[in-house]
């Protein structure tokens, strides 16, 4: 049997910069993200939550530490190899911007199988097509769809090469609380229904609390985690937390 | 607003650089001409001035017609006797009878005839040492064997003093011994490039003038005290209208036109290219201000909404506009200069010929054509954006920062209504005689309506091109980029599609008329074999004697064979190349020249014939008169005895054998002749090859080699395409270079997203390389398809100039294809690094 473990990262350090003008965003985070569980990510702005899931995602590159998404360590892959990673491992889902203007929905949808030059089973495509709720509009230019659709599409994306994880920096950020609920409600669902691994920066405690596990991040390091959280549970610890900084 | 333009001027450099490098070279090929003919000019007038220093006045036969001075001449002699009678004219000192004309041809070392580019090949009398001619080494001439040889013809013959020397004059070849070498003033080699060969006076006129008892001019020195116009007058009344009496000062300004006119040509080729590269330059710089402004829409929205007037900001895009133009003028004035002078050099010393540089002129118009020339280019350019950013509502600012294109409606509709019209023009040209102006306007408007239409075009046209490369992800996306943007797309195509419709539309003509020439010599010419000298090498075709004639038609396979001499002539007062034909029924045959009226074989002492469309044109019909005057024999009347068609080689006039001693080159310019049927063409080739071994200028070729020769002439023009090409090509290549840096800068973020989800760096810069392949492709596939259109409307209009056949160049078509390719692929190399560079961090962080 294979590790249940789908990323992890151990002891990772991230300084930006030099001399005077040096950051340390990641100051030893050490975490593991087990196989179809579905992680928040919250903490204070600048606590380095993008910093982290970037270089878990193989964006950035770690000062110092490991980080692994199933068997493969990202540290010393080089270029080509690690967009591979990205391409067949990884999937994104930013806070905005995430389609081809000149793709169609499908066509965005397809992109990172067909920059592979492989076809989607068309049995999980129908499935996930249903999933996000878009048939009707997959022959739409990004410019023709709500911002909420156009996420949707972003989670499809990310979904059908079917990823060890998908990384998702603020999905909601953007959207009215109805389109974020519908986001959130899809990547619910394909976490409980194809046990897909997700981890999920966010700055709303009903958006953690869709997740199994809320991790805590505070001045670069982890502080605290909750597991099967409460919106009401986030927002106590999110105050907590905020005392201890101020 | 004046700092704002300038720090964004600063921030742009290169796309600025880029796009006003068009500019650069227009405006350096119109500084250079003017610096070319400045320099050459000067330098010219110096040589003449040396060359006509010690010239009084000179005295030479009439030019046919009479009515200008710089009519070309019937090259003949003036009789000895005119010595004696200018010598007579009241203040006249001194009458020297001299020869000195073109056409001297040695034959160097390595058996090869000495050749020049543009300088003559003089042959002279002797006259002794003066204040232009001394003798380097050696001694006179004392007999007819003996000759003094220039030092640059020594030197270009490899020969030295004492040895033999054959050279070849309207006499069949003689050998001479080189007994001397002459230079000129101040130690010169030549003048002006000239090669010089002086003959002892008792052969000089026979050699050069076809006959005894001749001189090309008379020389006239006034005795002292008398003004130079007084004697010149008195030599015209003494003389009569049969003679052209000019000072030195008149010949020098002749002299100096002719040179003026040789480089009229030179100038208007660089003008030519001035021409097309500004075009295009107006299109570069058009579109990246298009672009510009559209990316700085919010920017500019901003500024409004800060206070900013409509006026500012139009006036800010013009002034960024006036920056590149000034600038490219002057970098272009500058690059002018210099290749004005190199051009100049190159002319100068080009050939053997030495003419010495007086300083390089710059006149006042080249800096005034320069700056004038970038200024209006870069601001015409300009408007149409400037205009558009002006119209920028202050509410463009909080939109979304895309750059979606406005619709295409008013300009399809503007180019289908000019596209129409230019096709209807166009065919009823073509279907029509062929009327000039209806197929110019027809290609003009036509040109425009294409040009208005490429923007429609361009989605289309990449997305069906674009096909080819969607095997793969990157390719389809570079697919889609290259139509997102159809009037990016359109406007870089175009910078394209101008150099390729010029050069296709050339090649066209060319092809057209190569094959009409091959359908024309397949239809008419039986001639198995033809002996003829290489025509480009000088304004006379080299001629040969005509004992080989006699030679030929002993030879066993011959079973036909007739000789052409050629002359010039004065009929009814009009210049008029004349031949003679050894035998005109075999020459007839071989050519497929017929008598439409009278008989061909009717023609005999004072009997002519004529072709036909000369024949309508003067009205002329068997029975007519004409006057006709040759280089000697005087004016006599003669009779049309047949009118003829057909008569390609022959020419417009066809003259009785008995004429031929009164033409300049009393010797054949061709031979044609038949094989017989047992008889292989090699055989007696090779055996007619071994006759001309005195002729180094004259070939035998099959018909094959006779077309071969006929289009040589056009290797020039060929030349100058391939030029016209090379410039093309640049310039296209910074255009799609420009407009991918542009978009590429535009859409990291995009970049950004599609390495993110997993492209890899190679699969980038293909993207981004598929993009200009498909619009340079784009911009190819156009010019060649306007450049045919353009071609057809020309040789259509050339129809009655004989280009009958029209012809499609397919393999240079191919090759302007697969050069667009090439074009995009070149292109892509910075802008595709630069895209795979994307930081895909920064550029999918948002603010
Ligand atoms: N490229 C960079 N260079 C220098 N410092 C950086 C860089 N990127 C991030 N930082 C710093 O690292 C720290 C963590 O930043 P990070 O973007 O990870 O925070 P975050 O938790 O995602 O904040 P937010 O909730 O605002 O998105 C911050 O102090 C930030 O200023
Ligand atoms: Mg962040």
């Known amino acids: 049997m294979t590790t249940p473990v789908a990323v992890r990262a151990d002891d990772v350090w991230k300084l930006y910069g030099s001399g005077e003008a040096q950051v340390t965003a990641l100051r030893g985070v050490s975490l593991s993200l087990a196989r179809g569980e579905f992680t928040a990510v919250m903490g204070p702005s600048g606590s380095g939550k993008s910093t982290l899931m970037h270089c878990m995602a193989g964006l950035d590159a770690v000062t110092r530490g490991e980080v692994r998404i199933g068997a493969t360590a990202l540290t010393g892959l080089r270029d080509r190899a690690m967009t591979r990673l990205r391409r067949d491992q990884i999937g994104f889902i930013f806070q905005q911007f995430n389609l081809l203007p000149t793709l169609s929905a499908a066509e965005n949808i397809r992109l990172p199988l067909s920059i592979a030059g492989r076809r989607p089973d068309p049995a999980w495509w129908e499935q996930v097509i249903d999933a996000v709720g878009l048939r009707e509009r997959l022959g739409h230019r990004p410019n023709q769809l709500s911002g909420g659709q156009q996420q949707r599409v972003a989670c499809a994306r990310a979904l059908v090469p079917r990823p060890e994880v998908i990384f998702a920096d603020e999905p909601t950020g953007n959207l009215d609380s109805r389109s974020g609920a519908e986001v959130l409600a899809f990547l619910r669902a394909s976490v409980r229904e194809f046990g897909q691994t997700i981890v999920m920066v966010t700055h709303d405690p009903v958006a953690a609390a869709h997740a199994d596990r809320v991790v805590f991040l505070a001045d670069g390091a982890i502080v605290t985690e909750l597991r099967a959280p409460t919106a009401e549970g986030v927002l106590d610890t999110m105050k907590n937390l905020d005392r201890v900084e101020g | ?847």
Not at chain 2, 334 to 342: E, Q, S, W
Request: contains cysteine; charged residues 15%; proline residues 4%.
């Open chain 2, 1 to 847: 607003m004046l700092h704002a333009t300038w720090k964004s001027l600063l921030s742009r450099k290169l796309r600025l650089l880029l796009s006003g490098l068009a500019i650069v070279l227009g405006v350096t090929f119109v500084s250079g001409a003017f610096v070319l003919t400045d320099t050459l000019g000067r330098a010219f007038d110096d040589l003449y001035a040396l060359q006509y220093r010690s010239v009084d006045v000179q005295v030479r036969p009439a030019p046919e017609g009479g009515s200008t001075e710089d009519d070309e001449e019937i090259r003949t002699g003036v009789p000895a006797g005119l010595v004696d009678r200018v010598r007579a004219v009241p203040g006249v000192a001194a009458a020297t009878g001299i020869v000195s004309v073109d056409g001297a041809r040695v034959i160097g070392t390595d058996g090869k005839v000495v050749t020049t580019t543009g300088s003559s090949r003089l042959g002279s009398t002797w006259t002794g040492e003066n204040d232009l001619v001394r003798l380097r080494a050696g001694r006179a001439p004392r007999t007819g064997d003996e000759v003094v040889l220039n030092a640059a013809l020594l030197e270009a013959a490899g020969v030295r003093l004492g040895d033999r020397v054959g050279i070849l004059t309207v006499q069949p070849r003689r050998t001479f011994t080189v007994v001397g070498v002459q230079e000129y003033t101040g130690g010169r080699d030549s003048l002006g490039g000239n090669l010089e060969v002086s003959f002892h006076s008792s052969v000089a006129s026979r050699l050069m003038l076809g006959r005894d008892g001749q001189f090309s001019a008379v020389g006239v020195t006034p005795a002292a005290g008398v003004p130079t116009a007084a004697v010149q007058a008195g030599i015209r009344s003494a003389l009569g209208a049969g003679y052209r009496v000019q000072t030195g000062a008149e010949l020098r300004a002749a002299a100096r036109t002719d040179a003026q006119s040789d480089l009229a040509v030179v100038n208007s080729v660089l003008l030519g290219f001035a021409a097309v590269s500004l075009l295009v330059g107006v299109v570069l710089i058009l579109n990246t201000f298009a672009i510009l402004v559209a990316q700085r829409t919010r920017e500019l929205a901003l500024l409004r909404a800060l206070g900013g007037s409509r006026r500012q900001t139009l006036a800010s895009v013009l002034a960024e506009a006036l920056v590149i133009g000034v600038t490219a003028a002057a970098v272009g004035l500058g690059t002018g200069i210099g290749v004005g002078a190199l051009l100049a050099w190159l002319f100068s010393t080009q050939g053997g010929r030495t003419v010495a540089l007086a300083g390089i002129g710059v006149p006042l118009m080249a800096p005034v054509a320069a700056f004038g020339v970038g200024v209006l280019v870069s601001l015409v350019a300009a408007v149409v954006p400037a205009l558009r950013a002006a119209r920028i509502p202050v509410i463009a600012a909080m939109r979304e920062s895309a750059t979606p294109d406005r619709p295409l409606t008013t300009l399809n509709r503007a180019g289908i209504a000019a596209g129409t019209l230019g096709a209807a023009l166009l065919t009823a040209g073509v279907v029509g005689d062929g009327t000039a102006w209806l197929l110019g306007a027809g290609a003009v408007t036509g040109f425009v309506g294409v040009v208005l239409l490429t923007p429609a075009m361009a989605r289309p046209v990449a997305g069906s091109i674009g096909r080819l490369f969607a095997g793969t992800a990157a390719g389809r996306l570079g697919r889609l980029n290259a139509g997102r943007n159809p009037r990016r797309t359109a406007n870089t195509a175009t910078a394209l599609m101008v150099g390729i419709a010029l050069i296709t539309g050339m090649n066209t003509v060319l092809a057209s008329t190569t094959a009409s020439l091959r359908d024309r010599i397949a239809d008419q010419i039986t001639a198995d074999l033809l002996i003829a000298g290489d025509a480009s090498l000088a304004d006379d075709p080299p001629a040969f004697d005509p004992a080989v004639l006699q030679r030929v038609r002993a030879l066993g396979g011959v079973s036909a064979a007739a000789g052409t001499y050629r002359g010039d002539a004065a009929v009814d007062g009009e210049r008029a190349a004349v031949a003679v034909v050894t035998d005109v029924p075999a020459h007839a045959r071989m050519y497929s020249m017929r008598a439409v009226a009278g008989a061909l074989t009717d023609l005999g002492p004072n009997r002519v014939a004529v072709r036909d469309d000369t024949a309508r044109r003067l009205s002329l019909r068997p029975g007519s008169t004409v006057r006709v005057r040759l280089a000697y024999g005087g004016t006599r009347s003669m009779t049309v005895a047949a009118v003829y068609t057909g008569g390609d080689a022959v020419g417009e006039w066809l003259l009785p054998i008995s004429e031929v001693p009164n033409l300049a080159v009393p010797q054949l310019a061709n031979v044609d002749l038949t094989v017989a049927g047992d008889a292989a063409v090699a055989d007696v080739r090779r055996q007619v090859e071994a006759l001309l071994a005195d002729s180094p200028e004259i070939t035998v070729t099959d018909r094959e080699g006779y077309l071969r020769r006929q289009t040589g002439q056009y290797d020039l023009i060929a030349t100058l395409i391939q030029i016209l090409l090379g410039l093309a090509v640049l310039i296209a290549v910074l255009g799609v270079v420009n407009t991918l840096a542009l978009s590429v800068l535009e859409r990291t973020r995009e970049l950004g997203l599609v390495r993110a989800v997993g492209l890899t760096r190679g699969q980038t810069m293909w993207m981004v390389t598929v993009e200009a392949v498909l619009i340079a492709v784009f911009g190819a596939l156009l010019g060649v398809a306007v450049g045919t259109g353009l071609g057809a409307a020309v040789v259509r209009a050339l129809h009655r100039s004989g280009i009958t056949t029209f012809a499609l160049p397919w393999p240079r078509i191919g090759l302007c294809l697969a050069l667009g390719a090439v074009i995009g692929v070149v292109a892509a190399i910075l802008p595709a690094a630069r895209a795979a560079r994307t930081d895909v961090l920064r550029a999918i962080s948002y603010e």
